[in-house]
């Protein structure tokens, strides 16, 4: 079977020790995850790991559920491209005397729709969001005019479904609560 | 202590240190209420908690201090997840203003024992020592059983804080008792009962749900054989006509070969391990596959199931068995009797009733007369290794909970403090450990647990002078190149008698009737040391890699049905 590239969305509680035991699950069965970010989801107190990870879908579908399994995890998903809308962000730095030289700022800006966040004498910060390809396509633009910095965030994303996947599991267990406190 | 003591524990294995003495200290004030039993090493406490726990169904719980004292549970905690054991770990920590800093005696408790527990958490207030406390019991033993450590900071060990009752029965992060899917209850009561060979595989999850009951009445009402898996053993009494024997490896030819003769398999809490499965590529083609755990994570891991079903054993079983037709299966379930006579004619005889002239000991036929003599329900409490597999296999139990035996992790020198554990959990029952010479030394500081406590463990020392199973794999795949597998012992019984334990060589199997009687009408611990032939080899036998239904009857020869 041919890997491919996933996304995982993990919802949890906001406690110490979550990213090892996220990550762990990984590491045992030496799967390198591609990128990872983490932050507070719309939900209060629940945090929102976004993991992308290259393989085949009987294994992440294993890894999603070991993941689940732990205690302080609510929910964990597994998704496509095509089931997402995904972003990342991507700052370069470049010697400003190099994009003046080349004239070609505006179609840099332009073509790529990138933006200048910064420019010094001795160097521009250009920030680009968009899909890794488009932020490749840029990178390959700036690179021979002296790219000194690069850097690219993990991937972020929102399901196409129009509620949070988590909110079923979230009143389900409310449920459960007030049965439990009767 | 109270928080311990709200949680109904009245019993606790452990070893005392630096970073946790203020907890013992507070012991000393409950020594009424909480009994502690001083193991010789800490391995040996979380290894007889585990043993308690199996025997009991209760939590078991360990108490060990910071640094070494912690990383010694390491190997207990794994062995505990992986056969779904509750123990709870109670670990001492350098204080926290100390945390990170390579402090004397720090590990990093938390992170060291995530992939091997169920939970871990480090506390660092004394406020949080009763909700954690609470929590950690409710995580320990709900849902899928496992361990729990929780690694309390020195300076929350002496903080004072007002004692406030905590209780856990709720975490909104974790749901242990799915909703039962009715539709697939029902799918499953259809699937039994359209098939012609059908087939129950019970494991330890029957066990824990104290599903017993319900799965022999599924059985009776349908008329279905059961095959156990090793940790599954005594969910149904051996004795009971529909108890088909052993799965895996070394288990039986019955439920074996007609694994892969079945055309529905109901397999419940258990979770198709590679000893049990053999090549999951050959294993049960012919079979409708219906899987039960509490577990989801375990559905479709190793072998794919055209129904799965989440849910606690007991509460699945009842409802798929008010369900299923009442029915027979007669030339189904008569067909394993042509296996298992086969089994009995190449491979048991020669076990059970060896007539080699010097007299060396099968170890089949030690077990086998041990059982016998206990009434065949005794609780059996194994080592790994050859002992273990002739143990589950010539073995009969009559009650649950009779079978502990470190399945997944396999971890030899659990035995000896398992069943001290289990001793102390069943006081009125029998408890009866087989275990290897190589085995007994892992953890032979233990017979200082025994003595202090008068622990009435019957011991018997299986002892044929090899690491007996690696000996035996040697023989087989490696060309008799016995590397590191011999082994020069000590004189077992003056070692037993420096403790202060009984115990008796026995040289010749004449000899080995009246010394099990011996050992039976002595009141309290007893060691028998059986001198064992030391080429024994335990079969039948499916090698690694081959599928379930290929099976060795001795070194060349693969059992082929007629």
Known sequence: ?182 | MRALIDQGVDKVFGYPGGQIMPVYDSLYDYSDKIQHYLARHEQGAIHAAEGFARASGKTGVVIATSGPGAMNLITGLNDALMDSTPVVAITGQVPSTLLGKDAFQESDVVSVTLPVTKWSILVRTPEEIAPAVAKAFYIANSGRPGPVVIDIAKDAQVGMAEYRHSSCNFIRSYDPKPEIDESAIQAAADMLNAAERPMILSGHGVTIAGAGSELIELAEKADIPVACTMLGLSSIPTAHPLNKGMLGMHGNLGPNINTNKADVILAVGMRFDDRVTGDTGKYAPGAKIIHIDIDSSEFDKTVGSDLHIHADAKEALGRIAALVNQTKHEAWVESFARHEKVETERVKKQELFPDNEDGKMHMGEVVNKVSEAFGHDAVLVTDVGQNQMFSVRYFSFSSPRSCISSGGLGTMGFGLPASIGAKIAVPERDVVLFVGDGGLQMTIEELGMIMEYNVGVKIILLNNNYLGNVRQWQELFFNSRYSATPMKNPDFVALANAYGIAGENVEHRDALGEAIERMKAHKGVYLLNVNIEEMGMIFPMTPGGHGVDEILLNSTEYYKPV
């Open chain 1, 1 to 182: 079977m041919e890997n491919q590239l996933f996304t995982i969305s993990v919802f949890t509680e906001n406690q110490v020790s979550l990213l090892h035991q996220i990550s762990m699950i990984f590491s045992r069965r030496c799967l390198n995850i591609e990128s990872l970010s983490v932050s507070a989801c719309s939900i209060p107190g629940v945090h929102k790991f976004t993991i992308t990870c290259k393989s085949t879908r009987p294994m992440m579908e294993h890894v999603v559920k070991q993941i689940e399994k732990r205690i302080e995890v609510l929910r964990a998903f597994l998704h496509t491209d095509d089931e997402i809308v995904f972003q990342e962000v991507a700052l370069y730095k470049v010697p400003t005397s190099s994009v003046l030289e080349s004239g070609q700022i505006e179609d840099i800006v332009r073509q790529n729709g990138a933006r200048v966040l910064e420019i010094q004498p001795e160097y521009t910060v250009f920030e680009k969001t968009g899909h890794t390809v488009e932020v490749k396509a840029l990178f390959d633009r700036l690179k021979p005019l002296g790219l000194r910095q690069f850097v690219r965030s993990g991937r972020i994303a929102v399901t196409k479904a129009t509620l949070e996947l988590v909110d079923e599991f979230l009143e389900r267990q409310e449920k459960r609560r007030d049965r439990l406190s009767r």
